[in-house]
C-alpha cells in the first residue's frame, strides 16, 4: 500500500528510527551510529546497526534489516497497516486513505480482496453446513465428537462440512462472484465441461487463517476413507502459499498480545494442533503435514525463538524432518523435540491426560540428542557391521556440538550403547575432517552468485543510494541490471532525479522483500563504511566500466542466438549488423 508521499515523510520524521527502536531495546552509540543486541536472533554481542539518518537498521548476525515501520511491524508480531497506525497513534497524525501506484497494483489489491470475500464467504458456508441441520452432516458432526473436540473449541477453529460437489459454487455464484475469480481462490475447480465444483467435496474442513485474521485456505479431511489423500488442501493462490503459513498463528499471535510466549509447539497436523489447544496448550501452531521451511520459520521467531517439536511417536530418523529441524536452527531458533511414546501422536496423550502431556513436553530433549537418537534407530547394534556404521554416523552427530562438555557427555552415551572405550571414540572423533562451519544465514545468501558484475551492480547501486559524491552526476540508466532486486533499486533512483526528489534508501523497505539478500548486501556497504575515499572512487569508475561491458557482452549473446534460429535473410543481415556495432563498441572499452 502507499501513502501519500507528505503523510509517509511526516510519520518518518515524526518517528525518529533511532528514538522508536530505543523504546524497545538499550542502545549504545558508536563510530557515528546506534548499537544494540539483535532482537531477531540470539547474541551477546552487539550487531544490530541503527542508521538514524538514512532511518534504517541492519543486523550483521542474521541479515535482519528494514525501517521503522518494519521494525514496529516485526517486534508488534503484527501486519503493515496496523504497525503504521502504531507510528501515527504515537506522533499524534491521522492516517489518510492509502492509495495505489498504477493500473497493475489496483487490479492486483482488487484480485486479493475479491479472494479473501470469496474465501471468507466459503467459511461461513462450511459452517453453516455443519449445524445446518442437514442429515449428510452427520457423519462430520459424529467425527468431531469422535475425536473429542467440545463445539466452542470446534466453533472456535471454524471447523466445517463440505456435503457435495455443487452446493457451494452455486452458493457462491449467487452472491455475485466471477467464475475467473472463483476458480483463483482455489475453493473450486473446474471439470473439462467447464462446470464448476467444490475442490474439497464431502470433507471435514479445516479453515486456514493467516495471522491477520483473514481466511487464506482449506484443508480438508476424507469422510468416505475413498480418497488416496486422507487430508488435502485447496491449492496456492494469491493470498496463500503453503510454504509461508502455519495452522493456527492466529490465535497464537493473539496469545502474545495477551501473554509473554516462552516456547512455541509446533505439530504435524490440524487435528493435533486443535486438541492440545483444547487441551490448554494454546501456544501451538501445526506445520500442516509438510517439512519446515525458511518461511515457517521465520515466521514463528517473530512470537517465540524457542520450539518444541512435537510430531508422531514414530517419525525419528526421518530425513526430511531432521532436514526441517534444521532450517530452523539455522534461523537461529532454539530446537527441542518432545518424546512420545512409539505408535502415538500429541492428540493420542493429550487426550490420555493434559499433565502426561505436560510431562512429554518437559522430557524435550535437544535437537543433537535427537539427532543421535535417530540414528540410532536406523541400526541394529547386536549386528558388529551395523555397529560399526552406527559409531560412523554418531561421531558425524557428536562433532556438530557446541561445546567440549556436550562433546563428552554424547560419547559417553555412544560408548554406553556399543561398548567401544570413550579413548578409541575420542581418537576416532578427532581424525574425522574439520567440520566446515556454516556462514550466517543472510551472508551465505548474500554470496551466492556475488561474482565480479554481481558486486559492481551493488557497489554501483550503494553509492548513487547513499549520495557518494563521486556518483553525482551518474546515470543510473546509462547501465543495465539483470538481477530483479537491483533493477527495482536502480528505477527508484531513477524515478527520484527525474522527479528532484531526495533519495530515501528507507522508502525501499516498503517495495522490497525484508529478506532480500541483495538489499542487504547493498546496505552493508553503507554501514560499513565502504563507500568513501579514493578507493572506493576508483572501485566505482572499474564497476561502471565492468557493467557497461557486462551489457554490451549480454546484448551480444542475445543477438548471437537470434540469428542462430532467423531464417530470413533481410533479418539476419540486420542483426549481424548490430552485433558488429555491438562488437566495436566493446572492443573500443578495451
Not at 133 to 140: E, L, N, S, V
Not at 274 to 287: M, P
Not at 319 to 332: F, N, V, W
Amino acid at each position: 500500500m502507499k501513502f501519500d508521499p507528505k503523510f509517509w515523510e511526516e510519520l518518518k520524521a515524526k518517528n525518529n528510527i533511532a528514538e522508536v527502536i530505543g523504546g524497545y531495546l538499550p542502545l549504545t552509540k558508536r563510530g557515528g551510529q546506534y548499537w544494540a543486541c539483535c532482537p531477531f536472533h540470539h547474541e551477546k554481542t552487539p550487531s544490530f546497526a541503527i542508521k538514524e539518518d538514512d532511518g534504517y537498521y541492519h543486523c550483521f548476525g542474521c541479515g535482519a534489516s528494514g525501517d521503522v515501520v518494519k521494525f514496529v511491524q516485526n517486534m508488534e508480531s503484527t501486519d503493515f497497516i496496523t504497525a503504521v497506525k502504531i507510528l501515527a497513534d504515537r506522533a499524534k497524525i491521522k492516517v489518510p486513505e492509502g492509495e495505489f501506484d498504477d493500473e497493475k497494483a489496483a487490479e492486483f489489491k482488487r484480485k486479493k480482496d475479491v479472494i479473501l470475500k470469496i474465501l471468507l464467504e466459503t467459511a461461513r458456508f462450511y459452517l453453516g453446513n455443519l449445524y445446518g441441520g442437514d442429515p449428510r452432516a452427520d457423519r462430520h458432526l459424529n467425527y468431531i465428537q469422535k475425536r473429542r473436540i467440545s463445539p466452542s473449541v470446534a466453533k472456535k477453529f471454524g471447523l466445517g462440512a463440505s456435503l457435495d460437489y455443487e452446493s457451494l459454487p452455486r452458493h457462491l455464484s449467487s452472491l455475485g462472484f466471477l467464475k475467473s475469480d472463483l476458480l483463483e481462490s482455489g475453493a473450486v475447480t473446474e471439470d473439462r465441461r467447464g462446470n464448476l465444483s467444490d475442490a474439497l467435496a464431502g470433507r471435514l474442513i479445516f479453515p486456514i487463517i493467516n495471522a491477520m485474521d483473514e481466511v487464506v485456505a482449506f484443508g480438508g479431511r476424507d469422510m468416505d476413507g475413498k480418497s488416496y489423500a486422507k487430508y488435502k488442501n485447496t491449492r496456492e493462490t494469491p493470498v496463500f502459499n503453503k510454504r509461508k503459513n502455519l495452522y493456527n498463528v492466529n490465535l497464537l499471535k493473539k496469545l502474545k498480545r495477551e501473554q509473554k510466549i516462552d516456547e512455541v509447539i509446533m505439530v504435524e497436523g490440524y487435528m493435533d494442533a486443535i486438541s492440545l489447544y483444547q487441551a490448554g496448550f494454546k501456544n501451538v501452531v501445526a506445520s500442516m503435514g509438510t517439512s519446515l521451511t525458511k518461511e515457517q520459520a521465520r515466521l514463528v521467531k517473530r512470537y517465540c525463538d524457542k520450539v518444541l517439536i512435537s510430531y508422531d511417536g514414530d517419525f525419528a530418523g526421518q530425513s526430511a524432518d531432521l532436514r526441517g529441524l534444521e532450517i530452523l536452527k539455522t534461523e537461529d531458533i532454539t530446537v527441542r523435540v518432545v518424546p512420545l511414546p512409539d505408535g502415538k501422536d500429541p492428540d493420542d496423550v493429550a487426550k490420555e491426560s493434559p499433565e502426561a502431556y505436560r510431562r512429554c513436553l518437559e522430557a524435550a530433549i535437544p535437537l543433537i540428542d535427537y539427532k543421535l537418537s535417530a540414528v540410532e534407530k536406523n541400526y541394529d547394534l547386536n549386528k558388529s557391521d551395523e555397529k560399526r556404521m552406527y559409531v560412523a554416523e554418531a561421531l558425524k552427530v557428536v562433532r556438530e556440538a557446541e561445546s567440549e562438555s556436550e562433546k563428552e557427555d554424547l560419547l559417553k552415551r555412544v560408548r554406553d550403547k556399543t561398548g567401544i572405550t570413550y579413548q578409541s571414540l575420542e581418537r576416532d572423533l578427532n581424525n574425522l575432517p574439520e567440520l566446515v562451519k556454516t556462514p550466517p544465514r543472510q551472508a551465505r545468501e548474500a554470496e551466492e552468485g556475488a561474482d565480479k558484475f554481481t558486486r559492481a551492480a551493488r557497489f554501483i547501486l550503494a553509492a548513487k543510494l547513499f549520495s557518494a559524491p563521486y556518483a553525482k552526476g551518474f546515470d543510473i540508466d546509462s547501465v543495465s541490471f539483470s538481477d530483479a532486486t537491483h533493477k527495482a533499486i536502480a528505477q527508484y533512483i531513477a524515478a527520484c532525479e527525474t522527479r528532484g526528489e531526495k533519495l530515501r534508501p528507507s522508502d525501499l523497505f516498503d517495495v522490497l522483500n525484508q529478506d532480500s539478500p541483495e538489499f542487504n548486501a547493498i546496505l552493508e556497504l553503507n554501514l560499513s563504511d565502504k563507500l568513501t575515499g579514493a578507493v572506493a572512487e576508483r572501485f566505482f569508475s572499474d564497476s561502471v566500466s565492468a557493467l557497461k561491458s557486462e551489457t554490451l557482452s549480454e546484448k551480444i549473446r542475445t543477438l548471437t542466438e537470434d540469428f542462430s534460429k532467423e531464417t530470413d535473410v533481410k533479418r539476419r543481415q540486420e542483426i549481424a549488423a548490430k552485433i558488429a556495432e555491438y562488437t566495436r563498441a566493446l572492443k573500443r572499452r578495451g
